[in-house]
């Protein structure tokens, strides 16, 4: 995340920039700073990501990993796909980020 934060300017930005983001993945049921949300704030970050690195990032357990990943699924946040690079792998993607985040009104 801090890739991304470093892309907009601090204080009172970065404030409204994080209550925009919790906000509005909020309204669709997903809170951001659990597993979800660190799912999400890692896609933000790194772009699409395999499995295994996603599960490292989230900090969480297998079972509870999985459950993240199917409920975000479910919501239409992220999709899996298959890497083209190794077909026995899978590539989790954020789907469109919503535009109400603001990330391109921060001037930096």
């Known amino acids: 995340m801090a890739a991304l934060l470093s892309r907009i300017a601090t204080g009172g930005q970065v404030q409204k920039f994080l209550e925009n ?11 951001v700073f659990t597993i979800e949300g660190r799912i999400i704030i890692h896609l933000l970050n790194n772009g699409s990501s395999r499995i295994k690195e996603l599960l490292h990032a989230s900090g969480s357990s297998y079972r ?6 199917e409920r975000l699924k479910a919501k239409g ?32």
């Open 21 to 31: 983001f919790s906000n509005e993945f909020g309204r669709s049921g997903v809170e």
């Open 64 to 69: 509870g990993f999985y459950l993240a990943i």
């Open 77 to 108: 946040v992220v999709t899996a796909d298959i890497d083209p690079n190794d077909r026995r792998a899978r590539l989790i993607r954020l789907n469109e980020i919503p535009e109400q985040l603001g990330l391109m009104e921060v001037q930096c």
